[in-house]
Structure formats: C-alpha cells, structure tokens
C-alpha cells in the first residue's frame, strides 16, 4: 500500500519514477504484475550503498474524485479525518481533480494554515449537503 501511495505522491510532485527497496526478493521483483503477458517485464534494479532496489514509475490518473470537508471558491481544501489520508494524494497525482465539499466558503474564510490542497490542484468543485449522521450516536 505504501509503494502505491507513493507511486501517486511522486507523479504529483513532479518525480517520474523512484528507487524502493520493497518488494526486493518477491514476485514484484520479477517481473510488473499485470493480466497481460506482454506487460510482465522484469523491473530495473539498482544496488545503492550495498543495498538493493527496485525501480517503480509514477502514476498519473486522469481524474481524481475527492471529497473535502471545506473549501473555498478558488478551490483550497481541507479535509478531516479518514479524508485526509489519500485524498490530498490524489488531488495533485490527477490531471484533473473534481471535488465534492461539504460547504463552500468565500476565498479568505481559510486559514493559510488550514488549508490542505491548493486551489491549483483543484478543476471542478461540486457542494454536496451531507447531514451530521454523528448525531444522537452515542
């Protein structure tokens, strides 16, 4: 799961492929895992300072569908709780990001510090009303 995270967070900040030594010794080693046989080919690896890696290539989806807690009409987000795990990931991997916020603030109403993906990340915004289904939960 790491590795995947990883291959989105490079390809959003730019990194084409990175040097992991997970997976050293096992099945993805060998070869990339795919259905199609014309796919399987073995990956590169490298030794750096006496240990072995593997070489992995970014991932760039062409569209990300996140959900944020808030953001405001130039597209800044934050996000809360299991939200924040992935969702910033994918936001700036993705060509195109389309977000569904809980409520849309004017642009000054975040915080610079709040603020968890920036609005150039950001291409379409959809404000969903999502009721408290906390409440009366004890």
């Known amino acids: 799961m790491g590795t995947l995270a990883e291959k989105y967070r490079a ?3 730019g990194i084409p492929a990175f040097f992991t030594p997970t997976g050293v010794g096992s099945v993805v080693e060998e ?3 795919s259905n199609y046989q014309n ?10 300072n006496d240990r072995n890696y593997i070489l ?17 009409r130039e597209g800044n987000l934050r996000y809360t709780k299991t939200a924040q795990n992935f969702n910033h990931v994918m936001a700036t991997a993705a060509k ?3 977000v569904e916020v809980g409520e849309v ?4 109403t975040l915080k610079a510090d709040d603020i968890q993906t920036p609005g150039i990340y950001v291409k379409r915004m959809v404000e969903v009303f999502r ?8």
């Open 56 to 72: 992995e290539y970014a991932l760039q989806p062409d569209n990300a569908f996140v959900h944020a807690l808030i953001g405001n």
């Open 131 to 138: 009721p408290d289904i906390s409440v009366g939960i004890d």
């Open 39 to 48: 796919n399987r080919t073995q990956k590169e690896t490298r030794v750096i």
């Open 31 to 33: 070869s990339i895992l």
């Open 105 to 108: 603030v004017e642009p000054g």
């Open 11 to 13: 390809a959003g900040v």
């Open 96 to 98: 195109i990001t389309i």
